[in-house]
């Protein structure tokens, strides 16, 4: 089971950081990955981590800004989110799959979602 925590209301510039643990086992060779959604629009990748490799992938939205990293003591993956935009604003939800695919932007490769947390970056 995903827990996600971490969202809160930002003004623009700011910054905040997300976790995603798992509870009753580890990510092993896990995708761990982070999607947004914002209010009338399509679930968007924003980044995901290959837990055993600690390869990183990032939307082309965040690029730069964001950066996912991960304690694996902890069972937990992290999104650091820096110089937040309005268009930043959504719920952000911690998605995980037992296997790498290559389609890993994709949120219907991830069977495994946790609760959203809603992100609001406002000027």
């Known amino acids: 089971q995903l827990q996600a925590s971490g969202g809160g209301s930002v003004q623009t510039g700011g910054s905040l950081r997300l976790s995603c643990s798992a509870s009753g086992g580890t990510f092993g060779d896990y995708i761990v990955a982070w999607f947004r959604q914002a209010p009338g629009k399509e679930r968007e990748f924003v980044a995901s981590?290959?837990?055993?490799?600690?390869?990183?992938y990032y939307g082309d939205s965040v690029q730069g800004r964001f950066t996912m990293s991960s304690d694996k003591v902890k069972n937990t993956v992290f999104l650091q989110m820096n110089s937040l935009k309005s268009e930043d604003t959504a719920v952000y939800y911690c998605?995980?799959?037992?296997?790498?695919?290559?389609?890993?932007?994709?949120?219907?490769?991830?069977?495994?979602w946790g609760r959203g947390t809603l992100v609001t970056v406002s000027s």
């Open positions: 981590i290959r837990w055993a490799m600690n390869r990183k």
């Open positions: 998605a995980a799959r037992a296997r790498w695919h290559v389609n890993y932007y994709d949120s219907k490769q991830y069977p495994d």
